[in-house]
């Protein structure tokens, strides 16, 4: 069983030009709405490839039932704390022209503290009584939950010697850091903000990669955009090139690689296969239009088309 977290699920409404022009008249060539969520997204994947999942969070009164629907719909066992409000949007502008995603995304709705609480309570319960091999925590938190949230999910975790997989940027990742999560995938900007220091005293990438695994954390996979992904542990590093296939949506494609992951985890796979999965499932997930996600399909098509170099 993989138990997947969203603090703030969110409505993407995906806006399709052939030119993005800033300042100016741009025409629509065509839109498409996905209700979605950094963990639902990695629940989605993982039943598409016929793993156990459940999804944990909170959802909003206004308009929460559009995502019950999606879960229902995908047969994905959840429960989430019920807050007021409305599910935030964001929207993500695709430049066809180059292929690039602009992202403006809504902060989301308060979440008062006693929500927080019954939040955290609903998960130390499910832990002590599911059978759970991996907590994935992804995304970011709306106003409300503390910055800690997820330093404070890993520590619970731990104690039921659940691994953990966190997905997160800014405060949250520097703090969940310190209780050593079993992997982390920050994007590059992610790891910049985190490690500015290091960076900024002439240590490379790999350098402090390979520090923070010293620490005590066994994984890290950097994800690198156009340039593929790193995936780091104790012994080696690893290079994935880029997939060839041509980008429709980008947004999922990290959710699909800790998706990826997650399942060659489960499989017992060594590191550079794990590097493999996550390559395969989040270019089955950029193909896609949307935030429509990588298929078990996908994912048999694509591992062998992964090319992956030992560096280190």
């Known amino acids: 069983m993989i138990l997947t977290i969203t603090l703030n699920p969110c ?23 996905d209700p979605a969520g950094k963990g639902l997204n990695v629940s989605i994947v993982l039943k ?3 793993e156990s999942t459940h999804c944990m969070g909170f959802n909003f009164k206004n308009n929460g039932s559009i995502l019950e629907n999606v879960l229902k719909n995908h047969g994905i066992e959840h429960s989430f704390i019920s807050v007021e409000g409305d599910i935030r ?5 695709f430049d066809n022209s180059c292929q690039v995603m602009t992202e403006i995304n809504e902060a989301g709705p308060l979440v008062p503290a006693s929500a927080v609480d019954e939040f955290l309570e609903g998960v130390d ?16 938190i709306p106003p409300g939950v503390p910055t800690d949230i997820y330093q404070r999910l890993i520590r619970m975790a731990h104690r039921r010697n659940v691994k953990t997989v966190l997905d997160a ?9 310190q209780e050593k999560p079993y992997l982390i995938k920050p994007n590059t900007l992610e790891f910049e903000q985190a490690f500015q220091k ?15 695994i010293e620490d005590g954390i066994p994984y890290i996979c950097l994800s690198m955009g156009a340039e593929g992904a790193l995936f780091i542990d104790r012994d080696h590093a690893y290079l994935a090139k880029p997939l060839p296939v041509k980008p429709k949506g980008l947004t999922g494609a990290g959710d699909s690689m800790v998706a990826g992951m997650c399942c060659a985890i489960l499989r017992h796979l060594e590191s550079a296969d794990i590097l493999r999965y996550a390559m395969a499932a989040a270019g089955g997930s950029i193909r896609q239009e949307g935030t429509i996600l990588a298929q078990k399909k996908d994912l048999d098509e694509l591992l062998p088309q992964v090319e992956i170099e030992m560096i280190h």
């Open 11 to 33: 409505i993407d409404k995906t806006i399709y030009l052939n030119r993005l022009e800033v300042g100016s008249y741009n025409r629509v060539k065509n839109t498409r709405v």
């Open 48 to 50: 598409h490839l016929d």
């Open 89 to 93: 949007t964001n929207i993500k502008l």
């Open 125 to 140: 319960t499910f832990l002590s009584q599911t059978p759970t091999d991996l907590l994935v925590m992804s995304g970011s």
């Open 169 to 177: 940027s800014g405060e949250p990742l520097i703090l969940g850091l």
């Open 198 to 212: 290091e960076l900024a005293s002439g240590k490379s990438t790999l350098e402090i990669a390979q520090k923070v």
